[in-house]
């Protein structure tokens, strides 16, 4: 089983930035696919971005040039880097790890259903 540790939300003006952080437990971390999505009150919990097992990127229309996922193998490391930050970012933001079995492409990694382990979330509040 699979712990996940979200951090590095904050308080931020718009066009600002953060890096977020998801440290995950075990070691089989590198079979998962890796995601971020958020959720904002009275919202839905949407897509943000994902990274494959094998690096493949994969974003939201609304965040594709601002936000960059990368992981660190290594150091069981997620990280979701936003620039350029707006008002509209503001939401809680939750990692997520799919068992490497689910996942193929695109419409596998966007589904919030597919995904096995969630972290706790962390609030990013982007003032104008």
């Known amino acids: 089983q699979v712990q996940l540790v979200g951090s590095g939300g904050g308080l931020v003006q718009a066009g600002g930035s953060l890096r977020l952080s998801c440290a995950a437990s075990?070691?089989?971390?590198?079979?998962?696919?890796m995601g971020w999505f958020r959720q904002a009150p009275g919202k839905e919990r949407e897509f943000v971005a994902a990274i494959s097992r094998s690096g493949s990127l994969y974003y939201a229309d609304s965040v594709k040039g601002r936000f960059t996922i990368s992981r660190d193998n290594g150091k069981n490391t997620v990280y979701l880097q936003m620039n350029s930050l707006k008002p509209e970012d503001t939401a809680v933001y939750y990692c997520?790890?799919?068992?490497?079995?689910?996942?193929?492409?695109?419409?596998?990694?966007?589904?919030?259903?597919?995904?096995?382990?969630w972290g706790q979330g962390t609030q990013v509040t982007v003032s104008s």
């Open positions: 075990g070691r089989t971390f590198s079979t998962y696919a």
């Open positions: 997520a790890a799919q068992e490497g079995w689910r996942g193929s492409g695109y419409s596998d990694y966007v589904t919030t259903r597919l995904y096995d382990y």
